[in-house]
């Protein structure tokens, strides 16, 4: 078995002007499938790191609420009523909210700010500089070090600042999981602090996050919460509601999904078609392994391996280029919004597998059905 | 003596009905270890058809092939194909080569196929490319040979197993006479032995010469076996 797939190695790989077709083929639509699908998780990603930095297992909202952004404030009564649902260990308020900033040097820089609950400072994010009591002093923010930081003009602990015409002053510095989608630094500050600096409408609570008891308390919640005319969502469901929404509703995952399909029919159709010559030349000389006593099997094993062959090292030229163009654009643009993930990944392998699996496949047939008498008739 | 090819009332006919024509037509022979024979008639006379029935690559309608004791046509396809490479080697009229292995690669696949070790393989296949007289050119590949060089790349990749029938269809066709006799002669001298059989599909009476014995096909029947020139 060792020596026929080396001949089918030679075969293919000898062939160098169809080999690299072949491998330009799948490299071109890997890469542009990993890097659409790449830029898509990324912005999902960071559509939802408001969720995924706070870290709450519920939240409460307005049903409309369709990302985090763009919260609907609502009435201090649902907290109490929420507060007061069978199975909730704790609930607490939570402010999100923009706000423009005046550096020292006059500079105007728009910014979110998140007000933290001032008992319990639940959800606040890990300091690399600083104490999180500090947050409690007087102007006290906490500013997070992401990409967006170096547009405050990387401030340090003790730089102030001017927030809708109130001193502000960094007490600490802190590092997230996930920055935002928007490309604006983020603050965080105490809730009551929050809703005094920020020009609010009567309502202030932007979510309610909320802790349950155990996870088996969380239906219940979600019923009661629906009851209020409030919707309960898990960070899960949240998350996914917000992907949703920019898939569905905002036309980028249409787009991305109509490229991703273009670059897997462009590299299929280049390099299905490259491999289908490639068997068409060399059918004869197939059939006339056949002829001297090739077992149809071994045939089946060459082609399957030429095919998987190219298919692997293509996968990996794709993925490597793709990785190198992120890794150098990220370096160029802090914000560049692109997550190679597993599931990105996986999704490219197997769209390489169906390549590799249909051009095998037609030319398996074709190798298949050659009569050895008709080589011999010549 | 015991023949190394025993056909018996062999058949074979292409289409139905009107169309069903006999490429081969209640033909029995006997061909022996040690002999050349030479296979003749005009075109479409079942010559190919004839050679491709006995080898094992084409299924006959009616009759049996018997080789070394087994009737070859009851066997499983799969044991068909490890009894032509075993037993048979092939030099195809345009050789069939691939362009893209050398000619020792080349040569060396009847042995590959046969799970030999590949280096073994490249060996033993560079000894026959020194038999045929191409020892030099073991790392070429076929394109850059003439006709007549690739003709014995055929020929070696047709030995290199050491078949007990060899099987050559038209093999001076496309041969200038001068280099077709000297194929002919080398298969004569250093191919042919007494535990070998040979046949040779041919339209070229310039070769005739070297045939131990010429059998004559007409309309799928065979028609007529003589001593060759060369008894
Ligand atoms: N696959 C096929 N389908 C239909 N008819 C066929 C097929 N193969 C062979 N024949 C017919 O069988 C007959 C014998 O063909 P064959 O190739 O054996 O002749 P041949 O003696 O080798 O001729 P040539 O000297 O031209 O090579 C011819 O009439 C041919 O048309
Ligand atoms: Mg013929």
Redesign the pocket.
Known sequence: MKGILRIAFKLLVNDKGKYAALLVGITFAVFLMVQMTSIFSGILMKSSSTVINLGAQVWVMDPAVNNVASSIPMPDYVLDTVRSIDGVKYAVPLYSGAALVKLRNGIFQSVTVVGLDDNSLFGHPELVEGKIEDIYAENAFIVVEDAEIRKLGYPTVGTDFELNDHRGVIVGIARVAASGLFGIPTLYTTYSKAIQYIPSTRFTISYILVEPKSSDAIPHIQQQVKRLGYEALTKDEFMQKIANYYKYQTGLGTNILIMTVVSFLVGFSVSGQTFYTFILENLEKFGALKAIGAKGSELVYMILFQAMFTAMIGYGLGVGLCTLIITIAKLRIPDYSANITYTTLGFAFFMVLIIAGISSYIGIRKVLKIEPFDIF?G | MNPAISANELAKW??EGDLK?Y?VNDVTFEAYFGEILFIV?P???????LLSIVSGILRPNSGTVVIDNVDIWKLEPDQIAQFRLNKVGFVFQDYHLFPRLTTAENVAIPLILMKKDWDESIREATRYLEIVGLGNKVQLPPVKLSGGEQQRVAIARALVSQPDILIFDEPTASLDGDTGRRVMEFVKTNVLNDKRCILI?T?DSRIFEYADRIMK?EDGRVVGIEKGASH
């Open positions: 008739r | 292409f289409g024509t490429a008639g075109s479409g006379s079942g010559k190919t058809t599909v339209h096909m």
